[in-house]
């Protein structure tokens, strides 16, 4: 079936440090893949998205490659603020289908 | 920009009670979709609620648990019937929307007591 698998968190790093959330997913045929935040309180929001491979979708100073060899889409920013803390979900959605599959989602604290 | 309303954003129910959870959408959408997400947990898909006929449930969801209605390409109900400690979760509908992708409600936050 389809399936995304996160990187286990929670994850905690120093302000100006570099991120990367590991997502990797098994689906048929050719996905999209989506990474949402969603803050303290709040519902989810779209972060970025790709709809095909190599494709980069980027967002905030987030960035996240679409790699079908690799069957991965892994989250990265170069220099995370203390206002990037939330919990990150990666999500696909099968070609023809409607609906969302989420991973386990990761929870980043960003300390100053 | 487009906006997916909810309400009520919170509320705190004794066991047994109904709760009936609203989503307003600002554009016509042919589905609208009801997640479940428990507290530490990830999003679970209840069902897809197509307007003008009876909700698809996933798998571990039946209507008499979640009733949904689907009145207009607006608009959607999601009722959590009989309610226990265990249905105390974070309830989010979503639609996939026009030059916005799929898009979230901020969510009803339901404790169950």
């Known amino acids: 079936g389809n ?4 990187m286990e968190g929670p994850v905690t790093l120093s302000e100006e440090a570099f991120l990367t959330i590991n997502c990797t997913y098994t689906a048929t045929g050719y996905p999209s893949l989506f990474w949402y ?4 309180g709040e519902g989810l929001q779209l972060l970025l998205k790709a709809t095909k491979a190599d494709d980069k979708g980027s967002n905030k100073g987030f960035e996240a490659t679409y790699r079908k060899e690799t069957t991965s889409f892994h989250l ?8 990037d803390s939330a919990v990150y979900f990666c999500a696909l959605r099968v ?8 991973g386990q989602g990761t929870r980043l604290t960003i300390n100053p | 920009s487009a906006v997916i309303s909810q309400k009520p954003s919170r509320d705190i ?4 009670t109904s709760l009936t959870i609203q989503c307003q959408v600002d554009s ?8 479940r997400q428990q507290p530490g947990q990830s999003l679970t898909l209840i069902a897809t609620a197509n307007q003008g006929s009876e909700a698809t449930y996933e798998s571990g969801f039946v209507i008499d648990k979640f009733p949904i209605s689907r009145p ?3 608009f959607s109900t999601l009722t959590v019937s009989n309610m226990s400690p265990e249905d105390s979760s974070i309830y989010l509908c979503s639609a996939e929307l ?3 992708g799929y898009t979230f409600g901020s969510g009803t936050r339901l404790t169950v007591v």
């Open chain 1, 3 to 6: 399936s995304v698998t996160q």
């Open chain 1, 95 to 102: 070609q023809g289908a409607q609906k969302l599959v989420f």
């Open chain 2, 13 to 16: 129910c004794q066991r047994g």
């Open chain 2, 98 to 100: 026009p030059n916005y």
């Open chain 2, 28 to 35: 016509q959408v042919t589905m609208m979709f009801w997640y």
């Open chain 2, 72 to 74: 207009n390409l607006t």
């Open chain 1, 76 to 83: 990265e920013k170069g220099s995370v603020q203390v206002s």
């Open chain 1, 37 to 40: 935040v969603q803050y303290p």
